[in-house]
């Protein structure tokens, strides 16, 4: 089973790509599972997708393997789009998903369920030679809870409704990803890499 470098120490990002990957053959290992240690990537990139490029390259030129690497974050509309690329630092560099969580609400207090729209994007690069770059973009609109729910998921998945009325902390594995954003992301990355692997 050929093994692709997740460019992520995030032990459930990981499990959802290898969710994906796994039936093409391919198996999503970190960098640190195989005893190599990836420098931090400073996220210099104005987009998603320009993260994930910077992350996607890192990753491919310190292992030499097949890398993928993910960047995605929350966008909500009556905060201008925040806290967008900044989503992992948006309560600080060290902050958790509960002290960004509680900024979030603090920033959106009072504003009425019919303004608190907003989106989950996920944008995937895939590195798997030199002359082979694979990305992928996955978005998934929603809103925002007054209140956090749900045990499962990270990020900001307790306070984002996609669908009906739970959060995505209240999904099942399989629910979300055919929700998500990422899940999105995913399918057209699986697609492309299949279209790839079975014509070579």
Known sequence: MTKFIIASNNKKKVEELDRILNPLGLCAVTAKSEGINLDEVEETGTTFAENALLKARAAFEKTGMPSVADDSGLMVDCLNGEPGVFSARYAGENANDEQRISKLLKNMQGVPTE?????????????LDENT????????????????????????????????DKTFAELSSEEKDELSHRGKALRQLYSKLDDILNNK
């Open 115 to 127: 303004k608190r729209t907003a989106h989950f994007v996920s944008s995937i690069c895939c590195i």
């Open 133 to 164: 770059i694979i990305t992928a973009e996955g978005k998934c609109d929603g809103v925002i809870a007054t209140s956090p729910r749900g045990n499962s998921g990270f990020g900001y998945d307790p306070v984002f409704v996609a669908n009906g």
